[in-house]
């Protein structure tokens, strides 16, 4: 049943994920579908993209408790941190140029800067230089190389890195998520001008999705009863998204043999363990391309049997640019250490 439970929580994942890209004057959801697609199917692009931590309550750890590390103390950390993503991205050759920088705010505030490349065998990273943890003076400014082959190989498993195959799945997944929620429910048009649009970002049409409080226990029967199982029988007919999920394909069979056993359980930890307060997506679509994303995430779990509970905040927003265009990459670093002579100078077996 825990893979059922998981299966619940990740479909809503799943949905803040990809509904998020929202896009001519065509239904709101059949615009936000036929912008969705055609973004996917871009050949490059360049993005921008802002996340802010806005809440966040954990339920206490005893062995974080015991080592002197209460929870409390660990969330007022994170509270307000923001991650920024700029990226370039090609699809042939595959390739992926993204500056990731996490800001903890606070008295002492720490910025963490990290540069990547990913291309179809290699991904490319150079360790953020974090005070308390000071890098060897041999890989300062340096990008670690990691075979992804090799890697998969060592951990017995296949890493798909095939544009095609992810850009297929997630049409599937998409198309299957977006076909299951009624348009009058959750899908609307807000003008450009309410819609809270960066400087010199100009739109066709906008998009919202929202998933209230009103509507919420429409959204719980959607999932279990539609969404799920179509979400099951294309995850196993995709065995590299298997292998990327790390979920065992005897594993979905028997949660969809199950199914109808479990669907209720499940009904019933949706409805009463997890309240969503908001959950909502607003997109900017131009000439059928989602240019422009935001929305806003803020949801409650409760634990009936421990009393526990945790809450969780989010806002987001993200601008596409140059979709389409020939983009300009630099030169692939060649002064670079391994995994495993990284882990060497940290002290740590070699092979981790």
Partial sequence: MKLVQRMGFTALLILTLIVAGCSNSAPPKAAMQAAMAKTTEADAFKMSMNIQLDELELPSIPEAEASGLPVASLTGMFQDA???VDATYAKEP????????????GMMEMKLAIPMIMTKEMLYVKPPEIPMLPLPEETKGKYVAIDLKELA?????????DPAAQQKLIQDLSKTLLDSFDEKTYFSEVKAADAGLPEGVKA??????????ENYPQTVETIVNDVLPKVLDILLANEGALEALQVQKADLEQAKADWETNKTELLN?????LKVNTLEMTGAIKDNYMVYQSGKISMEVNDAESGQKAKFGVSFNGQYSDIGKKQE???????TVTLEQLMGLFGAPAGL
């Fill in 94 to 105: 595959m390739r992926i140029d993204m500056n990731m920088e996490f800001v903890l705010p």
């Fill in 153 to 161: 190989e060592q951990q017995g498993a296949e890493i798909n890195m």
């Fill in 269 to 273: 930890l949706l409805q009463n363990d």
């Fill in 82 to 84: 923001t991650i920024k």
């Fill in 329 to 335: 990459f630099e030169a692939l670093p060649t002064d």
């Fill in 204 to 213: 066709d049409q906008v998009v919202k999705f929202a998933i209230t409080e």
